[in-house]
């Protein structure tokens, strides 16, 4: 549980205007979909598909590094790292069984296999979306417990986009249609206020000391 009043403490060392925005952001966020990026191997791809998170709403991204182990690229992502949640995981099977532990359908973005079009996707299911490495696409493992395919129409003589766009495309499609839907599939107030306390201590520099006055004078 978030102690509310040491979080409306720290809160007055921020400014009304960054406090406002922090409001907007979290009634906009979501772990109702998330994303999975598998084995990626450029970087910068990484990093556009958490900054592409973070524009949608998708609060936890999961990042699969049995392959290729990774760190984010901080001048692509433009500071998204640090307002979105990455989960790391050194197997694609470890990452598959915990969200569908959570209760999230695995959604394997593919051209191939026979997968559905983006439009007809069912957005009301909780869902996880995986993209795969660049050339191979997603692993036979995904592909074999996915319990959806998804791909993007196309119309050129190109059957695939880069994983950023794919990411972006598939996102902001999911993104509203799911706003649209009478679900809960806002962050609850608890989450909310998990956030507001995370987010409070990663700006304010001298946040321990701060805490720790509070502690001493209550």
């Known amino acids: 549980m978030i102690d509310q009043q040491l979080l409306e403490y720290l ?23 998330t ?8 970087l910068h791809n990484t990093s556009a598909v958490i900054r592409s998170c973070d524009v949608f709403g998708i609060q936890n991204v999961h990042v699969i590094e049995e392959v290729n182990a990774k760190r984010i690229d901080r001048e692509i992502a433009m500071g998204a790292q640090k307002w979105v949640d990455i989960n790391r995981y050194a197997t694609t099977k470890e990452c598959i069984k915990k969200l569908k532990d959570t ?36 692993s036979d493992i995904v592909l074999n417990e996915a319990d959806c ?22 996102l902001q499609h999911v993104t509203t249609e799911l706003r649209e839907l009478d679900i809960a599939w806002q962050l609850s107030e ?13 700006v ?15």
Request: no cysteine; hydrophobic share 40%.
């Open 35 to 42: 994303v999975a990026i598998e084995d990626v191997y450029q």
């Open 204 to 218: 304010i520099k001298s946040h321990e000391q701060i805490i720790a006055r509070y502690h001493e004078n209550n």
């Open 149 to 170: 395919k998804l791909h993007i129409s196309m119309v050129g003589f190109t059957e695939s986009l880069n994983i950023s766009v794919s990411a972006a495309i598939i």
């Open 103 to 138: 209760g999230y359908q695995i959604v394997a973005t593919t051209p191939h296999d026979d997968s559905m079009v983006l439009q007809d996707f069912d957005a009301t299911k909780p869902s996880a979306f995986f993209f795969g490495r660049e050339q191979e696409g997603l």
């Open 11 to 33: 809160e007055t060392f921020l400014t009304p205007r960054r406090l406002s925005l922090y409001d907007k952001v979290l009634n906009q966020r979501t772990n109702y979909f």
């Open 190 to 202: 608890e989450e909310k206020l998990e956030k507001r306390m995370e987010w409070a201590k990663k």
